[in-house]
Nanobody
Framework: QVQVVESGGGLVQAGESLRLSCVTS????????MGWYRQAPGKQREWVGT???????NCADSVKGRFTISRDSAKNTVYLQMGSLKPEDTAVYYC??????????WGQGTQVTVSS
């Protein structure tokens, strides 16, 4: 089973930036889609954005223009660059991997806290 590990979370002030990383043990070329989700206390898990094997990206309206998804195929890593952070962005951020042809894996999450 492919390992999925998120990192890069922390405590920042509103308006600052943070970059999250998602590292997989498998090949990027075996993956159809990688996505970022987040879950705030007392709320449902929310889709943040995705990147396909071909490099196409989509982000939720709530983060569009502030968050960017990218990847480093040589390192089997996908990034979530978060800018203009708001207190409303406070959540545990999860990486989701959907394998081409079937199968899904989730990371354990990394905490992002944005203070006012």
């Amino acid at each position: 089973q492919v390992q999925v590990v998120e990192s890069g979370g922390g405590l920042v002030q509103a308006g600052e930036s943070l970059r999250l990383s998602c590292v997989t043990s498998g090949s990027i070329f075996s993956i159809n889609i990688m996505g970022w989700y987040r879950q705030a206390p007392g709320k449902q898990r929310e889709w943040v954005g995705t990147i396909t094997r071909g490099g196409s990206t989509n982000c939720a309206d709530s983060v569009k223009g502030r968050f960017t998804i990218s990847r480093d195929s040589a390192k089997n890593t996908v990034y979530l660059q978060m800018g203009s952070l708001k207190p409303e962005d406070t959540a545990v951020y999860y990486c989701k991997v959907v394998y081409y042809g079937g199968g899904t894996s989730w990371g354990q999450g990394t905490q992002v806290t944005v203070s006012s």
